[in-house]
C-alpha cells in the first residue's frame, strides 16, 4: 500500500514525530496560531496578497540554471540549479519571514522575534519587518555572530535588535531556546517567527507550505526546460526547510529521487558533525525545540555539541517530517564533510560564476559525487538555497592563500 | 504508602497553612552538596522538594537555574545519579515528598517505564515535566498512575477554560501555577493578576494548587500562600547556597515557613 504522504495529521504528527512538546504557557499561543494558519492557508485573499509580494518583492519566481560548465567537468547528469539565491536577501528563508510575517499582522501582533544561525533566516526577517512595518528581534549565538558579521550589519541596518546568545554551545541551538524563552515571557502580544521546518506544530507544516513555492516553481520549470522530470533532487539539510520546500511538489512523484545532505563536518567518524541520518550512535528520536525528531544526544539525553563549517546546518536535531519520509524510505540522506563542501564552493564559483552559501555547497557536493554516476540523460536538480556573500571570511581563513 | 498517597496526605491535614515546596538541582555545586542541601531544606521544615535534574537545554528556566543545571551537567549528573539522590535522601530519612524535575528528552533516552519505576522505588513521590504538556502526556501519565506516583500538570496564566478542565482532568497530586509568563527566576512583585488567575482554576479544579516562578523572599512566599497552596521556590536556593551555603539555606527555609504559618 502507498504510504500516506499527506502530512501532519490533526495534532501535528508526521507518523511518530512531530507534536507539540513545549511549556504550558505557549500552549494557548500555539492553538491560536494553528487557528489563525488554519485560517488564512486557504484564503484566497491571504494566498494572492502573498503571492502578489512575491512577485514584486521577493523577485519570484526565481529562475533555475543549467549549470554547463559544471554538468561537462563533471561528465554525467545534467545539472540544473533552482536559484533560491537570487530571492531577496539573498535565500529562500524570505518566502517563510514574509508569509510568517504577513500572519502576524493579520493576527493584529506587533513585535516579532526570531532566531537565526547563519543570520539568513535573522535577515529575511528583518527584512520581511522593515516591509510591513513590526518591531523585530533577532536571537544569535555568539559564535555565528562572529562567523556571519555581514548578516549581523545587515539586521542591525534592516532595523532589528540583535541579541547575542551566550549560553549552551552559542549557536542556532541556543538562540531558539532563547527565543522561546522570549515567547514564554512575551507570548500575549510577540509572534515568534520560526525559521525551520521545525519547532512545535504548527511550525514545521506552516514552514514547509510557505517554502513549498521552491517546489511548485522547480517542478514546472524543469517541465518547460526539459519536458521531464528530474531523477533526483539534491538540497542542504540543517532543519530542513529548504529541503522539505524543494521535495514537497515532488513528493507524489515515485521516480525522482529526494536526497538531503547534511553537515558532514570533520567526518562522521570525528564525532564533530551535524549529521543525524549518517548513522552515528549518538542520533536517535528525541525531542528537543517541541517536536520529536531525530536528535543528536548522549546517553543520557543531553544533546550534544554540533559542528559544521556552515552555521545554518549546525543544528542537533532535525525537522520531523525528515525524519518521517526517512523512515519511509522516501528520501534518502548523505553527507558533505566541510572540506568538501570548500571544493564544491570553489568549484561553482569558478565554473559557474555563483557564489554559493556553505549551506547550499552541500548540495553542491553532493552533486559532485552522483553526477559522474549518472548516465548523460539523467538530470539532477540541486537547490542553491542562497548566496555565499556572508561566508567571505569563513572561506578565506579555511583556505588562506590557497585561493 | 503511594508517592501519590504521600503527596495527597502533605497537602489533606488541614492545618490553614500553604505548603512550602523549594526546588533544587542535583549536582549544583557538586553532588553531595546538593544532597546535603535538600536534606537540610527537608529538616529545616519544607514540606515537599522539587528534586531538579539538569538538562542541556532548559527552555523554561531564566540564567540563575540554566547556570546551576550547566555546572551540574559539568560535573557528570545524570538522570541515574538523580534518582540514586533521592534514594540517598530516603535512607537519610528524608520523609517529605520528593518530586523529579525534568525535561522530557532524558526521560525519554532512560525509557519511560524503566525511569518511572527505577525512580519510585528509590523514593521518587511524583513527577513534573515541563515540557510535558498533558494532552502530549498520555504515555507518562498511564505509567505514573501504574507505579502510584504523583503528576503535576501545569498550567499559566494564558491557560484559558480548555486547558484548565484538561490539567484538572489528568492531573494527580497537585497542579503547578506558573506565577507569570515567563521563564523561572526571581522577581520583585505579585503578580497583579495572579489571584484571580488562582481564583479561575480553583472553579475547575479540585487539586491542591501550587504556586512556582519568582518568589524569592518570605514576604512574597506569604502573600502568595494567602491565595495558593503551596508556594515553590527555585532560584532563590541556587543564590542562597552560593552566597551563603548550608546556614543560608535552613535559615532561609525556617524564615518562609514561619511567614507562612502567619
Known sequence: MKPNLNVPDERGYYGAYGGRFVPETIVPALDELTDAYGEFKDDPVFQSELMHLHHTYTGRPTPISFAKRLTDHLGGAQIYLKREDLAHSGAHKINNALGQALLAKRMGKKRI???????????????????????????????????????????KLLGAEVRPVESGSK??????????RDWVTNVRDTF???????????????????????????????????????????????????????????????????IGVEAGG?????????????????????????TRSYVLQNEDGQIVETHSISAGLDYPS?????????????????????????????????????????????????VMKL????????????????RGDKDLDTVFKALGDAI | ??????????????????????????????????????EAIARAGADAIEVGVPFSDPLADGPTIQAATQIALENGTTLRICIKAVEELRQRGVTIPLILMSYVNPIMAYGLEAFVSDATQAGTSGFIVPDLPADEADEFQKLTEKYGAAF??????????????????????????ISVTGVTGERDIVPADLKEFVQRVRRVASQPLAVGFGIGTPEKARAIGEIADGVIIGSRYISLVKEGGLDAVVKFTRDVRESLEK
Open chain 2, 1 to 38: 504508602m503511594s508517592g501519590l498517597q504521600l503527596v495527597n496526605e502533605t497537602f489533606s491535614n488541614a492545618k490553614k497553612r500553604a505548603r512550602l515546596m523549594p526546588y533544587f538541582p542535583v549536582g549544583y555545586p557538586d553532588l553531595a552538596m546538593s544532597i546535603n542541601v535538600m
Open chain 1, 192 to 258: 515568534y517567527l520560526l525559521g525551520s521546518a521545525l519547532g512545535p506544530h504548527p511550525y514545521p507544516q506552516m514552514v514547509r507550505d510557505f517554502q513549498s513555492i521552491i517546489g511548485q516553481e522547480a517542478r514546472r520549470q524543469i517541465l518547460d526546460r526539459t519536458g521531464s522530470l528530474p531523477d533526483a533532487l539534491v538540497a542542504c539539510v540543517g532543519g530542513g526547510s529548504n529541503a522539505i520546500g524543494l521535495f514537497h511538489a515532488f513528493r507524489e512523484d515515485e521516480n525522482v529521487r529526494l
Open chain 1, 266 to 290: 570533520e567526518g562522521i567518524e570525528s564525532g564533530r558533525h551535524a549529521a543525524r541520518f549518517a548513522g552515528d550512535a549518538k542520533a536517535r528520536p528525541g525531542i528537543l525545540h517541541g
Open chain 2, 152 to 177: 503535576a500538570h501545569f498550567l499559566a496564566p494564558t491557560s484559558n477554560e480548555s486547558r484548565i478542565k484538561l490539567a484538572a482532568s489528568r492531573a494527580r497530586g497537585f497542579i503547578y501555577l
Open chain 1, 318 to 366: 532535525v525537522g520531523p517530517e525528515h525524519a518521517f519520509l526517512r523512515d519511509l524510505g522516501r528520501t534518502e540522506y548523505t553527507w558533505a564533510t566541510d572540506s568538501e563542501v570548500l571544493d564544491a564552493f570553489q568549484l561553482l564559483c569558478r565554473l559557474e560564476g555563483i557564489i554559493p552559501a556553505l549551506e547550499s555547497a552541500h548540495a553542491i557536493a553532493e
Open chain 1, 371 to 386: 553526477a559522474p554516476a549518472l548516465s548523460k540523460d539523467a538530470i539532477i536538480l540541486a537547490n542553491l538555497s542562497g
Open chain 1, 113 to 155: 522575534i526570531a532566531e537565526t544561525g547563519a543570520g539568513q533566516h535573522g535577515v529575511g526577517t528583518a527584512t520581511a519587518c522593515a516591509y510591513l512595518g513590526l518591531q523585530c528581534v533577532i536571537y544569535m549565538g555568539s559564535v555565528d555572530i562572529a562567523r556571519q558579521k555581514p548578516n549581523v550589519l545587515r539586521m
Open chain 1, 171 to 180: 549557536t542556532l541551538k541556543d538562540a531558539i531556546n532563547e527565543a522561546m
